[in-house]
């Protein structure tokens, strides 16, 4: 009987396991491609099923990139996190409204943080300068409360630099005619979340410490 318990214990242990580090998407599809997209980086086969493969929500991201400090946790994917955005940022054959869309779907939802986060973060200040129009485009056609997630996420900062103000004065400018009830809602995320957002796990050591 002791054994049959003992057993029972064992199952039970690598089940919890297994389920813990289980994860929304294909992780080894992920990897495959992303190991045969270094071999062929300019190949728009390659880029496409890269890119295909690669996270299409923000819950989906973070649940691959994550950290976690409990013992026996993988992190392989965690350290992978930067070359795989890295890689994405150079996905130049996919169609910019489909890239586009899908680095907004990334961004409703999204919690600034370290590393995963921050990377995603800066990807999208990247294609924001490189493809405005499409971007602004994509935006001005989801729900007004998803454009403020977006520009939520998109705004959050620890630091109130010239940069973040200077950006924000240029795609005011550029888009204010044309994207007049859009510049509002981003008006309204600069003011409250420029400076104003700790990383996450700041913020919850903050508040455990009350």
């Known amino acids: 009987m ?13 089940l919890a396991t297994v389920s813990a580090q289980s994860f ?4 080894t599809r992920l990897n495959k491609t ?8 300019q190949s728009q086969h390659s880029q496409r099923e890269f890119f295909n493969a690669f996270p299409s929500s923000w819950q989906e991201y973070y649940d691959t ?12 994917m965690y350290y992978k996190a930067f070359e ?11 169609n910019d409204t489909l890239y586009c869309n899908r680095l907004i779907a990334l961004s409703v939802g999204a919690v600034l943080d370290s590393d995963a986060p921050n990377y995603l973060q800066r990807l999208l200040h990247y294609t ?31 630091i109130d630099g010239k940069n973040q103000k ?14 007049p009830c859009l510049m509002k809602t981003m008006s309204v995320a600069f003011e409250y979340f420029n ?12 508040m455990n410490s009350k």
């Open 24 to 27: 929304i998407i294909d992780i």
């Open 128 to 158: 924001m300068q490189h493809k405005n129009d499409v971007f602004m485009h994509c935006l001005s056609q989801i729900e007004k409360g998803h454009q403020m997630q977006f520009w939520q996420f998109y705004w959050s900062n620890r």
């Open 195 to 206: 400076n104003k957002v700790l990383f996450i796990e700041d913020f919850i050591n903050m």
């Open 84 to 94: 795989h955005i890295e890689a994405l940022e150079n996905c130049t054959t996919i």
């Open 65 to 76: 990139y994550k950290y976690c400090e409990r013992e026996g946790y993988d992190l392989s």
């Open 166 to 179: 200077q950006e924000f004065k240029e795609l005011y400018n550029i888009n204010k005619k044309k994207y």
């Open 34 to 41: 992303y190991n045969e997209l270094l071999q062929n980086p």
């Open 2 to 14: 002791k054994r049959l318990f003992s057993t029972i214990f064992l199952l039970a242990a690598l």
